[in-house]
């Protein structure tokens, strides 16, 4: 900011640079009415007109004296906070962000800052009926704004502004917001609904001893309601309340008698917000002690995070590495700083959220992409403000606008989950977080029993701090794991539907010992590929080339990357045959198999399909814990972190599937997949069991899961990596070309290519067509760049690049066709 007095400042011609939330290259220039010089700062949010009409909320990103030497400066129309909501830091991670992955600020600010915080035009208002509300409070625009809600029940900001005949409408929206009277229609889709629980409280009367008396005397005649109170008063603690179904288990009485109760206001009903996570073995948290390996490690970690910006914690599976990481909270607490603590799946912030908050109580708050405008705008302020000193969240939780950020968790972060793939930007989170600590000088601790390769070479290297964590915690043995040839059971004709012999031996088995089993297929739906036996026709996406998937659930054929469905065939529309066969297996199938071979099992399935609404993916974790569910059928979902004691079996239904993925990460991945599934097994005092069905049982990925052998797994890769030019030796860049025509395609991206080839030479690759060669209608070319970033400078190829793609944009012989840059393609 000027250093002015108030007066001068009043006097002086400001002009500010802001980012609007659009895909413009740059940033745009204002001028600043005077009247508001004193309220313009960097980071606020500020209402401006862009392109005729279109109003939008910009962030200042700085302010000036010069005026724009291209273009006429447009006023700003007005300031909409009193404080600054994105802080330097954030504006520093943004352009970081912004220049690595090839997009816009626009795109970051898009992708950060909440719906709530971000209005435009076409942004719907709607109203939120308050009848308790005194209307005599508004003023006359409130009023108005008010009052044409009520007859429409829906405006956009263009309709407000009309109504008002004024452009500045925000600061009155912004009012009516704080009073709870309207709110922003995608809040309408998805509102945040707790889990109650209906429990019993004696009432504040009968806590007097000579009053509790008199009332076992008045209700002596009613011995079943006399029970009911005695079976409070023992399960009561200092006063609490009782969950009603655990008082009408305890005691055998009916829901009857308990109303009678309530009737007779002995007794107050009440509904309480629980969590959807209940853990046995929480209360231990409080007061758990390291064992001798955790306590090493940890004398370990607080060493090296003193020495280095970022360490790696190398821990196999249930070795403890949550407990590890509350002590280094603790740490940093103690100094007053804030924590961010990364994981890569939104289903593991509830089990998460309830450890740490028994440890840390208010101090915690959690925050991912599916809690509504309303809630992440508030805990935006609340970060801000500095009332919050934990954030428990998913990848998106990089962009909140920490006060004082000391320390950041990445927790398993090996998962592809923390790379944004659609839409820009681009970003992976663990490298984002690892910038976001140098910009803030806050230390940066990465944590997983399978580290990605690029990680574990930068610790072997000295780049990053390295501690290695090679105990079970409590002396749990590492699961046992058993190879079955899917082949051989075939052979032998042992195997049912896809369950080998020896799987269903030991579901048996672990039902019988009223213990819990997880079925892993990376593959949701019923069946991948329906086929005609008689002329081999597949149905087929109309908008994708790819094959349509059968979800037995909807009765459709689903395609998994635009949405299209359509009605199932039961007869082939090219030879009109009836003989129809379904080839490949998703979660779906399994389940369904499962309910027909075992039906007396209980069986639920966790995926996509079935953790959509906000909430689903507790709701099966909850009744998985509650042991309502004996197997769980799973996606890759249910091979991160999760935590229950009564996992003793998992079983891999096809590890195939995974490893013969065509990608130079296939192995690597399938390593991790394998391994953290396999971890999810015994995780208390039993010892667990894996077992893997598989065609190729001697496959070396499949030998090093069962050995556990990660060194070797990490020393054969980086022998091809650095032959075939990957990461970590080389960086990625890929740019996928897209048209709607085929034919102007190809021609476009091969001279684009050939462009590209002149200033980079043998560093292009392509163009080619990916494994999907169009999707949404839009046929797709790659170009695949690989950069020796030892030798060559990232930067300017980076620059080169943005010019290039500029040029091409802006070539009419290009029309119709758009370039997505993809830094680090994980």
Not at 623 to 646: C, H, P, S, W, Y
Request: glycine share 4%.
């Amino acid at each position: 900011m000027f250093d002015f007095d108030s007066e001068e400042l009043n006097q002086q011609t400001l002009f500010v640079e802001v980012i609007l939330p659009l895909a413009i290259p740059g940033t745009y220039t204002y001028r600043v009415p005077k009247h508001l010089n004193a309220l313009t700062e960097v980071g606020k949010r500020v209402v401006v007109q862009f392109g005729k009409s279109k109003i939008y909320t910009a962030i200042v990103s700085a302010i000036g004296q010069k005026a724009p030497v291209k273009y006429e400066a447009k006023y700003l129309i007005d300031v909409l906070d009193e404080k600054a909501i994105v802080t330097q830091q954030q504006l520093k991670l943004w352009q970081w962000i912004a220049e690595y992955y090839l997009c816009t600020l626009g795109e970051v600010m898009a992708a950060a800052l909440p719906s709530a915080l971000k209005l435009a035009s076409e942004t719907r208002i709607v109203l939120n009926a308050n009848p308790d509300f005194d209307k005599s409070l508004l003023n006359d625009k409130e009023f108005l704004v008010l009052d044409a809600l009520e007859l429409k029940h829906e405006l956009s900001v263009t309709d407000v502004t009309k109504i008002l005949a004024q452009k500045s409408v925000f600061p009155i929206l912004r009012s009516l917001f704080s009073k709870n009277l309207i709110y922003i229609l995608e809040e309408i889709d998805e509102k945040f609904q707790p889990k109650k629980v209906a429990v019993i409280q004696l009432n504040p009367l009968y806590q007097d001893k000579e009053n509790l008396k008199h009332l076992f005397a008045e209700l002596e005649k009613a011995p079943k309601q006399v029970d009911a109170l005695l079976g409070y008063i023992k399960l009561a603690k200092s006063g609490k309340s009782v969950k009603k179904t655990d008082l009408l288990e305890a005691t055998g009485v009916s829901a009857g008698v308990i109303k009678a109760l309530v009737d007779k206001e002995v007794f107050i009903a009440a509904h309480e917000v629980i969590s959807r996570f209940t853990h046995p073995d929480l209360t231990a948290v409080m007061d758990f002690t390291l064992s001798d390996a955790q306590q090493q490690a940890l004398s370990a970690l607080q060493k090296s995070i003193n020495e280095k910006s970022v360490t790696l914690l190398h821990g196999i599976t249930s070795s403890g590495k949550t407990q590890i990481y509350i002590r280094l909270i603790e740490d940093y607490l103690a100094l007053g700083k804030q924590v961010l603590y990364l994981l890569p799946e939104i289903a593991l912030t509830g089990q998460m959220i309830d450890r740490l908050k028994v440890y840390f109580k208010d101090q915690i708050i959690v925050y991912h992409s599916k809690f509504n405008d309303n809630e992440r705008a508030e805990i935006w302020q609340k970060v801000l403000n500095n009332e919050v000193k934990i954030v428990l969240g998913a990848r998106s939780s990089v962009f909140l606008p920490f006060a004082d950020l000391g320390f950041v968790i990445v927790d398993e972060e090996h998962e592809a989950s923390f790379k944004q793939f659609e839409p820009a930007p681009r970003y992976h989170a663990r490298d984002v977080a690892i910038m976001l600590g140098t910009i803030a000088h806050a230390k940066v601790l990465l944590g997983s029993a399978t580290p990605s390769l690029e990680t574990y070479f930068n610790a072997l290297n000295n780049k990053f701090g390295l501690v290695k964590l090679a105990e079970r915690y409590g002396g749990v043995k590492l699961p046992y794991i058993e190879v079955v040839s899917i082949a051989e059971e075939r052979n032998r004709k042992l195997i049912k539907e896809h369950f080998t012999s020896v799987l269903l031996e030991g579901i048996n088995t672990a039902i019988a010992n009223q213990e819990q089993v997880i079925l892993f297929q990376n593959r949701r739906g019923y069946v991948p590929i329906l086929i005609c036996q008689t002329c081999g026709n597949t149905p087929k996406c109309i908008n994708c080339d790819v094959s349509l998937t059968y979800h037995k659930a909807s009765g459709k054929l689903h395609c998994h990357y635009c949405g299209y469905k359509e009605d199932n065939i039961t007869e082939c529309p090219a030879c009109a045959s009836k003989h129809i066969a379904y080839k490949g297996l998703g979660t779906e199938k399994i389940e369904d198999d499962l309910k027909v071979i075992l039906p007396d099992v209980r069986v639920a399935r966790m995926d996509y399909d079935t953790t959509r609404n906000k909430n689903a993916h507790q709701v099966i974790l909850n009744d998985f814990e509650d042991r309502k569910i004996d197997v769980l059928v799973g996606t890759q979902m249910v091979a991160k972190g999760l935590d229950f004691e009564n996992i003793t079996l998992i079983g891999i239904i096809n590890a195939d599937s995974i490893i013969q993925f065509p990608d130079f990460r296939a192995y690597e991945r399938s390593f991790q997949l394998l391994s953290q599934v396999a971890g999810r097994a015994g995780r208390r005092s039993k010892q667990g069991k894996v077992i893997i069905q598989t065609y190729d049982a001697k496959h070396r990925v499949i030998q090093q899961v069962v050995n556990h052998d990660y060194e070797s797994m990490y020393h054969e890769e980086m022998i091809e990596r650095r032959q075939f030019k990957y990461p970590p030796f080389y960086k990625i860049i890929q740019l996928n070309i897209k048209h709607k025509d085929l034919g102007m395609l190809l021609k476009i991206s091969d001279a684009f290519a050939k462009l590209l080839k002149h200033y980079l030479g043998d560093m292009v690759i392509g163009p080619h067509s990916p494994l999907v060669g169009r999707v949404r209608n839009y046929y797709i070319q790659t170009i695949t760049i690989k950069i020796d970033w030892a030798s060559q400078s990232l930067s300017k190829i980076k620059v080169l690049l943005k010019e290039q793609i500029s040029v091409f944009e802006a070539d009419k012989a290009n029309k119709g066709a758009f370039i997505i840059a993809d830094v680090d393609p994980y």
